[in-house]
């Protein structure tokens, strides 16, 4: 609690309109901020106890702005559990942007295709997931004001937000889908025999992030929604190799979609 009245007592130091929607955004999906009007941005490396974003592709700045004259707050840029934090340096982000006023969070990753019905370039709605990390962010001494001590997850994506993405998928042009995500630890690439795994397992799509942010949004009673652009297939049985400069650009190649949709979502909130 220390820490983080101390990240928003230097956060108010600067003039803002208190936001109403947070947002994430995933590896190559920075687009959302040309139809940001930007009142402010903040690089972490500023913010006291944000962790520094090391991935090349995530610029790592907290922006407020105005999207569709709503006030919004973005991580333009996420942190990961490969690139040594742990769950709550990763979440501690989403606990600033609570305290902040965000009554509702939307968050974008990149992920594989497990389900050999979603293709690359598809957006998945992600509807539950699996946590493979094996960290839990909540691991560790309650802090009662944020939310108790078990968390219930019957239903960690927001059911109203989801069915509101579908309703706003409808007259895009791109694939849409509802699935199960699986948090891997990374940064390897899952082998053939893990994709196989995966799959028994239950899950549609696998990535390396979002589940700690969803799990400290729930605890936090905050509404949460997750939407995944699929930037390559993982069926073991025709497993090519693939690239991170591939999975950027694939991700780059459908993000006006995924801009179009958190556009529309947003208007509607």
């Known amino acids: 609690m220390k820490e983080i ?19 994430v955004l995933g590896t190559g999906l920075g687009g959302l901020l040309e139809n940001c009007t930007i009142k402010l941005s903040i690089p972490y490396s ?10 090349e ?15 919004v707050v973005i991580m333009n840029g996420r942190f990961h559990y490969y690139e040594g934090y742990n769950a709550k340096q990763i979440t ?21 295709a497990i389900n050999e019905k979603f293709k690359k ?25 944020h939310g108790p001590r078990f968390t219930d997850m019957s239903q960690p994506y927001d059911k109203d ?40 397992l239950g899950a549609d799509l696998v990535g390396m992030s979002t589940v700690p942010e969803v799990i400290v949004a729930n605890h936090m009673s905050l509404p949460c929604a997750v939407v995944s652009v699929l930037t390559d297939e993982c069926n073991p049985d025709n497993l090519k190799p693939v690239s991170i ?25």
Not at 253 to 267: G, M, S
């Open 245 to 269: 400069e591939e999975i950027i650009e694939t991700a780059e190649k459908a993000e006006p979609h995924l801009t179009t949709l958190f556009t529309k979502v947003i208007e509607r909130l």
């Open 5 to 23: 009245q101390e990240a928003l007592n230097f956060i108010n130091n600067f003039k803002f309109t208190r936001p109403e929607v947070g947002i």
């Open 57 to 71: 592709s995530h610029t790592g700045e907290l922006i407020f702005g105005e999207i569709t004259g709503k006030s």
């Open 161 to 200: 937000l989801n069915k509101l993405l579908w309703e706003c998928a409808q007259d895009i042009d791109c694939g849409f889908h509802t699935g199960v995500y699986a948090a891997w630890q990374g940064p390897s690439l899952e082998t053939r025999a893990e994709y196989r795994m995966l799959k028994i």
């Open 46 to 55: 500023k913010i006291p106890h944000l962790p520094i974003s090391t991935v």
């Open 121 to 145: 370039g598809d957006l998945v709605i992600v509807d539950d997931h699996i946590n493979l990390l094996f960290e839990n962010p909540l691991r560790g001494k309650n802090v009662n004001e």
């Open 92 to 112: 501690f982000p989403i606990r600033v942007m609570k305290e902040l006023g965000i009554s509702n969070l939307l968050i974008s990753n990149a992920s594989g």
